[in-house]
């Protein structure tokens, strides 16, 4: 019950013809670039607002935003009209409001994992879904990760696996935390197969982060950075977050010459977010996108969704735009796109 699926990639889709679609659906492809509460289906994330607004007492109410500002933050997050990133953030806090317990928390998930992986045609064969763990007055870190992981885990674990992600927001210390946990669930068997670095681009000091990531390692967690996503991103932290050894990484937009040689010869995985990239202006068009140069240089990529609340995709439609025919498309061949999709199976962190 996903939105309706809107802008390049929904056109790219409808021009394709019934057997090119049936071969989309039917090829096996991993969704390892999938933010949780950016991936909400609407309808669920409307019921939480209704819930909270019918009972919602002005005198004493349970969130800081009342009904009103939620709303607005969520219609801005479903009309996004962005000159750049700067601006995308902000409207989540819209959504965490609604989703500060654990009931609600546990509503959001079971919905995205359905609206990926359920239904006689599933968007993905496997999914590695990602999120940052909260605390609310409600839920510590902990409960919020565990209301998400019960839900993970009731699908196989050839199916669905946990990333924790890290929000470049974040003092080094809660990093740390997050890390800690992650890595004692896994230990305890737990479905948490890697960590992330997320968040808005321009915050936080990455020099930091080295000891997180040398620990998440250790403990055997796959690792994936969200890299030079915008063009402010400078040159040396590109450098640094590659230093670190990552499995993976996020767009991966602005990396220069060096950081790209590097990134070709350690073969890392670069999971790319067409729509997202388009809608978020990092772009400016299909063929000017950093995935023909990642095509031209056979390197791994796994083709993702990222965030299909705002984006209003879905990774069928990601791979619409593969196959559709220019300027809407890349034209490429079934060949090239089996390829292409078995790449994502191959770098999945239940293989690393
Ligand atoms: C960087 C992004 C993102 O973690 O609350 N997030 N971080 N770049 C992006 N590209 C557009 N899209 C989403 O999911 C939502 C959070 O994921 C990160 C942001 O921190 C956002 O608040 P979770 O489940």
Redesign the pocket.
């Known amino acids: 019950m996903a939105a309706e699926i809107a802008g390049q990639a929904a056109a790219a889709l409808r021009s394709l013809t019934p057997s090119q679609i049936d071969f989309i659906q039917n090829l096996p492809k991993a969704e390892l670039h999938a ?4 991936s909400i289906p609407i309808p669920t994330l409307l019921e939480l607002l209704n819930e909270y607004e019918s009972s919602y007492d002005p005198v004493n109410p349970r969130y800081k935003l009342s009904p009103t500002e939620i709303r607005v933050h969520i219609d801005r997050l479903q009309n996004l009209d962005l000159s750049s ?1 700067d601006g ?2 902000g409207p ?1 806090v819209g959504v ?1 409001a609604l989703i500060s317990t654990r009931a609600a928390t546990t509503k959001i998930t079971r919905a995205v994992l359905a609206q990926f992986l359920d239904g006689d045609s599933p968007q993905c064969s496997y999914l590695e879904l ?3 763990p ?1 605390e609310s007055g409600e839920m510590s870190r902990l409960e919020y990760v565990s209301a998400v992981l019960e839900e993970v885990e009731k699908y196989p674990k050839e199916r669905a696996g946990l990333i924790m ?1 890290l ?1 470049r927001r974040m003092t080094p210390e809660v990093m740390r935390e997050v890390v800690e946990l992650a890595k004692k669930l896994k230990g305890k068997g737990r479905r948490v197969v890697g960590i992330d670095l ?4 321009s915050a936080g000091d990455m020099d930091t982060l080295e000891s997180s990531i040398s620990l998440a390692k250790d403990a055997g967690l796959g690792v994936t950075l ?1 890299i030079a ?1 915008t063009k402010d991103n400078p040159a040396e932290e590109s450098l640094k977050l590659l230093s670190y050894g990552p499995n993976r990484l ?2 991966a937009t602005f990396l220069n010459e060096e950081a790209l040689a590097i990134v070709l010869k350690e073969k890392i995985c670069v999971e790319l ?1 067409l729509s ?1 990239n388009l809608l ?1 202006k990092t772009v400016s068009s299909l063929d000017a996108h950093h995935i023909c140069f990642y095509l031209e240089h056979n390197h791994p990529i796994a083709i993702c969704t ?2 299909v609340l705002p984006f209003r995709n879905s990774l069928q439609a990601e791979y619409a735009l593969l196959m559709a025919q220019p300027p809407l498309g890349l034209g490429l061949s079934e060949n090239e796109v089996v390829r292409i999709a078995q790449m994502s199976m191959d770098s999945t962190f239940s293989r690393t």
């Open positions: 933010h949780l509460n950016g990133l995308f953030f989540f965490y990602r999120t940052t909260k992600s929000d997320c968040g808005d681009p969200h996503e996020g767009h977010c997202s978020c990222d965030d």
